[in-house]
Structure formats: structure tokens, C-alpha cells
């Protein structure tokens, strides 16, 4: 029943900016964290950015200053708005969330960064 949708993902140049965004349905309004992660080719899955739901968020090293995470909880969506890319953002990046200690993951949208 739980579902977690992303997207916003695609192609874009360095440098560029990108918006991404996740929709749950088929919870209930005990979710608590929310977070992105990403998993590049040949890489393990690493956390990018979460934020509770007081609005407390907590970034990885390597975003801090470019990505802004942000969530709805009426609407039960949270957003990712990256700027300044890098081809090393390149990823498929998920979108997650915790209810009664169960985590809940999206199938991923992918970011591709290019010239």
C-alpha cells in the first residue's frame, strides 16, 4: 500500500540546477524523517540529505551550499532542489521515509550531469 514516488530527474549541464521531488501515498501522518539518497554506478548508496518533521535537516558534506531539502506534511511530499551540479551528482537518487521504524524506499529517478 505504501508508495513513494519520485521525479524531476534528467539531463542537465554542470553548473545547472535541478529540482526534485517525492510524493507518498498509502501512509498514515506517523512518518517522521524523510531523506534522499543516491547510488551512482559502481558505488554504494549514500545519504544525501534528510529532514524531520519540524523542519530539521542534516546534509551530506558534499552538498552542503548547493542542495535545499524541504518537505509538505499535510501534502506528504518533500522536495530536493540541487544547484550548482556536478557531474559527480550523477546518481539515481531515492527518495525515503520512516513510519513505526520500517523504512520505505521510491524506485529512484536519475540524475545525469553532462556537457
Known amino acids: 500500500q505504501v508508495q513513494l514516488v519520485e521525479s524531476g530527474g534528467g539531463l542537465v549541464q554542470p553548473g545547472g540546477s535541478l529540482r526534485l521531488s517525492c510524493a507518498a501515498s498509502?501512509?498514515?501522518?506517523?512518518?517522521?524523517?524523510m531523506g534522499w539518497y543516491r547510488q551512482a554506478p559502481g558505488k554504494q548508496r549514500e545519504l544525501v540529505a534528510t529532514i524531520t518533521r519540524s523542519g530539521s535537516t542534516n546534509y551530506a558534506e558534499f552538498v552542503k551550499g548547493r542542495f535545499t531539502i524541504s518537505r509538505d506534511n499535510a501534502k506528504k511530499t518533500m522536495s530536493l532542489e540541487m544547484n550548482t551540479l556536478k557531474p559527480e551528482d550523477t546518481a539515481v537518487y531515492y527518495c525515503n521515509l520512516d513510519e513505526f521504524g520500517m523504512d520505505y524506499w521510491g524506485k529512484g529517478t536519475l540524475v545525469t550531469v553532462s556537457s
Open positions: 498509502g501512509i498514515g501522518f506517523s512518518f517522521r524523517t
